[in-house]
């Protein structure tokens, strides 16, 4: 059964640079598309958005306007991981970071049941 690790979250001043990585536990990850979410502070966990997602084969990479050219994310297929490079963080950038796989390998819009989800990690930009 996959199970996903986030790493990489902390504390960072406002225009400073964060890499999360997130790893799969049991399951490689190659056939899954990889959605990083940020639940912001007072926020459930049906408003957490979407801040990039790659398809199962790396060729599609979306990102809402938000983060678009802060943020850029990759997979690496021999290391079975994703990573979230996240440069010039604002401190609406702050939340808690979760990565999730979709099995169906492509990035879509559907319900938050339908991934498979990491514990998340903490980012928090201030000064």
């Known amino acids: 059964q996959l199970q996903l690790v986030e790493s990489g979250g902390g504390l960072v001043q406002p225009g400073g640079s964060l890499t999360l990585s997130c790893a799969s536990v049991?399951?490689?990850?190659?056939?899954?598309?990889i959605e990083w979410f940020r639940q912001a502070p007072g926020k459930g966990r049906e408003e957490r958005e979407g801040?990039?997602?790659?398809?199962?084969?790396?060729?599609?990479?979306d990102y809402p306007d938000s983060v678009k050219g802060r943020f850029t994310l990759s997979r690496d297929h021999a290391k079975n991981t994703v990573s979230l490079q996240m440069n010039n963080l604002k401190p609406e950038d702050t939340g808690v970071y979760y990565c999730?796989?979709?099995?169906?390998?492509?990035?879509?819009?559907?319900?938050?049941?339908?991934?498979?989800w990491g514990q998340g990690t903490q980012v928090t930009v201030s000064s």
């Open positions: 999730a796989a979709l099995r169906v390998g492509v990035c879509v819009a559907v319900s938050l049941d339908a991934y498979v």
């Open positions: 049991g399951e490689n990850l190659d056939r899954y598309a």
């Open positions: 801040v990039s997602c790659i398809s199962s084969s790396g060729y599609n990479i």
